[in-house]
């Protein structure tokens, strides 16, 4: 049983900074890829910032240059500092990660991120 669990939402004022992290506790596998995800109410969810093992990532476009994911193999979590955030960056944002072993994903709970104007 693998549980992902996410901290570090919360409500900040446009311009401010968050740092989520997500650990991973169970049987863990070794992760390919590590991420997160962002879902806002009524709406798909979306990729927002993934990390390989090897330590390349990828960005949506939306966040490039304001967010920085990171990761911790040893420790199998995985970090995103947000900066500069504004309103639309409102969501619940997931942590997601995905083992080639087992071929399969594994996500978090979710954590509420709240940007006041």
């Known amino acids: 049983q693998v549980e992902l669990v996410e901290s570090g939402g919360g409500l900040v004022q446009a311009g401010g900074s968050l740092r989520l992290s997500c650990a991973a506790s169970?049987?863990?596998?070794?992760?390919?890829?590590m991420g997160w995800y962002r879902q806002v109410s009524g709406e798909e969810r979306d990729m927002v910032a993934i990390?390989?093992?090897?330590?390349?990532?990828n960005y949506a476009d939306s966040v490039k240059g304001r967010f920085t994911i990171s990761r911790e193999n040893a420790e199998n979590s995985v970090h995103l500092q947000m900066n500069t955030l504004n309103p639309e960056d409102t969501a619940v944002y997931y942590c997601?990660?995905?083992?080639?072993?087992?071929?399969?994903?594994?996500w978090g709970q979710g954590i509420q991120v709240t940007v006041s104007s």
């Open positions: 990390v390989y093992s090897g330590g390349s990532a």
């Open positions: 169970g049987s863990v596998p070794s992760f390919h890829t």
């Open positions: 997601n990660a995905y083992s080639a072993t087992w071929g399969r994903y594994f």
